[in-house]
C-alpha cells in the first residue's frame, strides 16, 4: 500500500502518513485517488451551487486547486514558457527546469481557470458534481497511457522515474476507472467523452514530444490540466443541449 500512500501524498495535499518514496509504484493508483478526489470535490459542487450559486463556481475551482496543491497547474505554467518559447530545444528544457513563470505561464493558468469557472457556472448542482467528477478521474487515467506512449524527455529526473509505473496494469486500471466515470456520471455520453478525452492526451502529448525530446513531470501535469478543461467543456456541451441526466443516475439507467 505504500504505492497508494506515494500517490495520495504525490497527488493532494491530503495525509498520507510516512510512506517510502516510490513514484513508479505509484502510478497504477493515480487513478484511484482521482476517484478520491472526484467524490470530495464533486460533492462539494453540488453543496455550493445550491446554496452559494453566484460564488459556488469560483468556490470549487478554488477548492480543486487548493486540494491539489496547484500540482497540475505548476507543470501547465512551466510547460507554456518552455513550450512557447521561441528557442531551440535545449533552451526549452532549460526553461522548462527553471521555477520562475514568464508570460505564456499566466496567460495559460488565466485562461485555464476562467474556463473551467465559466464551464461550472452554466451546470445546476447535479450537472456539475457529474462534469467534475468526470474531469478530474479522466485527468489521472490518462496518465499512464501517456506515459507509455511517449519517452522521458530526460534520463533522469521524476518524470523519467515515474515513467516506469507506466505498465499495461496500470493502463488497464486507468482505462476502466475513465469508463467507469462516464457511465456513472453522464451515461453513454460520458462514454464517449472519455474517448475523447484519452485523444486529447495523445494529442497534446504528442505535440509537447515534439517540443521537447519526450516528456517530463512538468508535462504530465499540463497534459492533465488540459484533460480535465476539455472535458468539464465537453460535458457542458452535452448537458447544456440536454442529451443526458446528471450526476448521479446517469443516462444508462
Not at 443526458?244 to 446517469?250: E, H, I, L
Amino acid at each position: 500500500m505504500s504505492g497508494l500512500r506515494t500517490a495520495v501524498g504525490f497527488l493532494t495535499i491530503l495525509p498520507a502518513g510516512r510512506a517510502d518514496w516510490q513514484p513508479a509504484c505509484a502510478v497504477i493508483w493515480f487513478p484511484v485517488v482521482g476517484v478520491g478526489l472526484a467524490v470530495i470535490v464533486g460533492a462539494s459542487a453540488a453543496g455550493l451551487i445550491e446554496w452559494l450559486p453566484s460564488l459556488a463556481a469560483t468556490l470549487v475551482v478554488a477548492l480543486w486547486v487548493a486540494i491539489t496543491g496547484a500540482l497540475h497547474l505548476d507543470g501547465l505554467a512551466d510547460t507554456a514558457d518552455a513550450a512557447f518559447a521561441p528557442v531551440p530545444r535545449e533552451r526549452r528544457l532549460e526553461i522548462l527546469s527553471d521555477v520562475h513563470h514568464g508570460t505564456f505561464a499566466v496567460v495559460a493558468i488565466v485562461l485555464l481557470l476562467a474556463i473551467k469557472i465559466a464551464a461550472l457556472a452554466s451546470l445546476d448542482a447535479g450537472d456539475a458534481a457529474a462534469a467534475v467528477g468526470l474531469a478530474i478521474v479522466g485527468g489521472r487515467a490518462v496518465l499512464p497511457l501517456v506515459m507509455r506512449v511517449f519517452p522521458a524527455a530526460r534520463a533522469g529526473g521524476m518524470g523519467a522515474a515515474t515513467r516506469d509505473g507506466a505498465t499495461t496494469p496500470a493502463i488497464v486500471v486507468g482505462v476502466a476507472l475513465a469508463a467507469f466515470a462516464g457511465l456513472v456520471t453522464l451515461g453513454w455520453s460520458g462514454l464517449a467523452i472519455v474517448g475523447g478525452l484519452a485523444l486529447a492526451a495523445v494529442i497534446a502529448g504528442w505535440w509537447l514530444s515534439l517540443r521537447f525530446g519526450g516528456l517530463n513531470g512538468d508535462n504530465y501535469g499540463a497534459i492533465v490540466e488540459v484533460v480535465e478543461v476539455t472535458a468539464l467543456v465537453a460535458a457542458t456541451a452535452i448537458v447544456s443541449n440536454g442529451h443526458t441526466p446528471g450526476f448521479p443516475w446517469g443516462g444508462w439507467l
